[in-house]
């Protein structure tokens, strides 16, 4: 079987983007398989390196952008596949080719339909019609989590037996040597990810805070982009969040020092709490 995998429409290194990479980086070897993916030149990079059985097509773009991107995969990219001779494409995300029928898609969760804060009327709009096309032009689904899968069959209708589950995982640590010195000593709870609404981070932060009114010990730590979002909810919530915030602002893959530390957090956790 000829297996594609689409990394095309990535050009920043998100949740995303950690799930498509964890996924080919530990992608099931079969002799009968050929798997190929398909990335921008920036896509490329965070993908790499992948295993010996995985070939990498880099594809040229005169500028990599959303539309752009988007352009390429509704027509120019089908006809690329069929060339090729694709048996299956692999979508980490709805940006995928929406006529293009021989594909499994992943739907992280339901927010962008069902949150009205989660996207203005124009990316609602854009998702909308994506989960129509997905829907009639798929040959299975793809979500995260029982929490999330539960979501996609009582929201958005979708057929129990079409979906299936790959858990995310923390990023892959190639090596040991992070650094020795913890980056915060008292006990903490982490949080990965934006100010997005579907994060409630709010009630996380409120939380903390009334932990901390009995014992002030436990450091809320959020990392990911200190986005516009974020300095909103920072100035609608009614505590000193300079106490309990901690922000390690955009993880960069060519920021070492702030990847170790993001290491150290995954090493040295006690509890893992995640929806299943």
């Not at 037996?161 to 982490?190: A, F, L």
Request: charged share 20%; proline share 4%; hydrophobic share 45%.
């Amino acid at each position: 079987m000829k297996i594609a995998i689409n990394a095309l429409p990535y050009h920043s290194y998100q949740g995303i983007e950690n799930f498509l990479a964890n996924i080919t980086r530990h992608w099931p070897y079969n002799d009968k398989d050929e798997i190929v993916v398909f990335a921008n030149d920036i896509s490329a990079q965070f993908l790499i390196p992948l295993p010996n059985f995985i070939k990498l097509k880099i594809i040229k773009f005169k500028k990599i952008s959303k539309l752009s991107i988007f352009i390429f995969q509704q027509y120019n990219f089908i006809k690329l596949l069929k060339k090729e001779k694709i048996d299956v494409l692999f979508c980490a995300s709805l940006n995928c080719p929406w006529l293009y029928k021989r594909k499994i898609v992943t739907i992280h969760d339901a927010a962008p339909f069902i949150i009205k804060a989660e996207v203005n009327n124009l990316g609602r709009a854009y998702w909308r019609l994506s989960l129509f096309f997905i829907k009639h032009f798929s040959l299975h689904f793809i979500t995260v989590s029982n929490f999330s899968k539960q979501e996609l069959i009582e929201k958005l209708y979708f057929k129990k037996n079409s979906i299936d589950i790959i858990y995310n995982g923390t990023p892959t640590i190639k090596n040991k040597n992070i650094i020795k010195k913890p980056p915060v000593t008292s006990p903490y709870i982490i949080v990965i990810g934006n100010a997005r609404p579907r994060k409630n981070l709010e009630t996380l932060i409120k939380a903390t805070h009334l932990i901390n009114q009995e014992q002030n010990t436990i450091k809320l730590i959020i990392i990911g982009k200190a986005d516009k979002k974020l300095k909103i909810m920072k100035k609608n919530t009614k505590i000193n969040l300079f106490n309990l915030l901690d922000l390690l602002a955009i993880i960069k893959n060519s920021d070492y020092l702030l990847m170790q530390k993001l290491l150290f957090f995954h090493l040295y956790m006690k509890v893992l709490v995640y929806l299943f």
